[in-house]
């Protein structure tokens, strides 16, 4: 008997995971329930694809293991190389962030079609996945084998066709977002889904393309030349910008507005709504810009963990993933990251065992390890604020009041920041920064370095500060270039932890 694999949904989780499935079960099928778009553009299942988007370190290197070449590729798409401090403008909510005199890239910064066309473009081309496009699945194959209940495949029907189809497998994931109907399709095959957390952080975004006007130049002045980002500050300033430079000489302007506050759509509102940030550094560049398309806006989910891990219902065969079991903010870039991971973790967990009885709980446990970290920083970050509701608990306050102090050193010592950037784009858990060498340094950096922070006037000027300049020593100069070589050539080669 042939031993096949579904995956619902045809997303980035959902592709990673059907190709890792690739070399476990003989037919891996994948259900999409839109068509897939030719080239670079956007899919319908995607509302915020034309929203900021961010590829993390992490995410970067689970998908090049998955897909060999991917990175490659987008370079050969011209790829932008954005790096804050360098060619980007950071303004952190204290202010702007420390400039750098080399580059140092972490994160991949394109248009969310551009990553999911390059991934699409690889995956297409691995013959053992059967893809079925406008493909909604209607429920869940379940059979009641004592003493489980086991999931032995779902029923599907083609957009504009009445006739359901029955595909019959030994495992189904569920890989379809936030916008997954699991629960319900549990509820009508008699099983309990798992229990929830909510916290709603009353976000709306809104994103616009732009392209340089003819014969536009930035001042000579303008080191931001790649953008500039202006973050929230708690617990009241709670507007953000984004103008980020992407692929084939786009710019991306983003839009963040909490309390639940429409985001204006209209070019006078926009540059009204710019007009109001703490700095005028994006309203100022604005001018050099036309638009190519109107505003589009979204209203941000709330934040939702699934207990998969606690599930004592938890059926045979039946596996879910990335924001089918985790949705947060994405305020810290982690969306399409965490589904990478969870790709990964499928990964590990199938070189130990790929039976469906064993599976799903060990894959849980792991996900569940892996994912902890993203909701945390996304859910204490969105509790800072003041008119987000939710309980402030003294595990809360104490673990944003750390993170301050982390921020804080980071600011002086360029070692604390190197290292808690590596939680930050989900390299190492929370727990790395326990560790008693980093608290060391932490306490160092805060009573001893506090005089190599930038002065309040350049942290909170209304432009930032002129470019880092290399040190005219000769050892200091030999120190650092090496010393961001040998970083930057491990983190290529996925070394750097």
Known sequence: MTRTAVVIGGGIAGMCAAKVLVDHYEKVVLLERDTYPDGAGGRRGVPQSKMFHTLLERGRREIEDIFPGFHKLLDERKMPKVSF??????????????????PVTRSLFCTRAMLESTIRDLFLKDPG?????QAVVNNLLVEEISPREVVSGVT????????VHTLHAELVVDASGFSSKASLWLKEAGIIPP??????????YGGQLYKMKKGARFPKSWWWTHGAFIQRVPPLDNVAAHLIRQEADLWLLTLVAGDGHEIPKDEA???????RMRSPLIYDMLPYFEPLDEVSTYRLPKNRWKYYERWNESPVGFIAMAAATCVFNPNMGQGMSVAAGDAGILKKCLQTTSSPYELPGLFFKRQADFQKNAYQLACCNDLKFDTVVGPRTLGTRLFNWYNEQITAAGAADPWVARESGLINLLIEPISYSYRPWFIARLLFARLFLWWRAASADERVGPIPPGPAEIPTRVRSVVRNWVGVAFRFTRIRLGLAR
């Open 85 to 102: 401090g360098f060619n980007c403008a950071l303004m952190t909510p204290r202010g702007w962030g420390r400039n750098l005199p080399v």
């Open 129 to 133: 996945i059967e893809l079925i496009e």
């Open 156 to 163: 599907y029907k083609r957009r504009g066709d009445s006739e």
């Open 195 to 204: 229990a929830e957390h909510e916290l709603d952080p009353l976000l709306t």
């Open 269 to 275: 509102g926009v540059r009204e709504f710019l007009g």
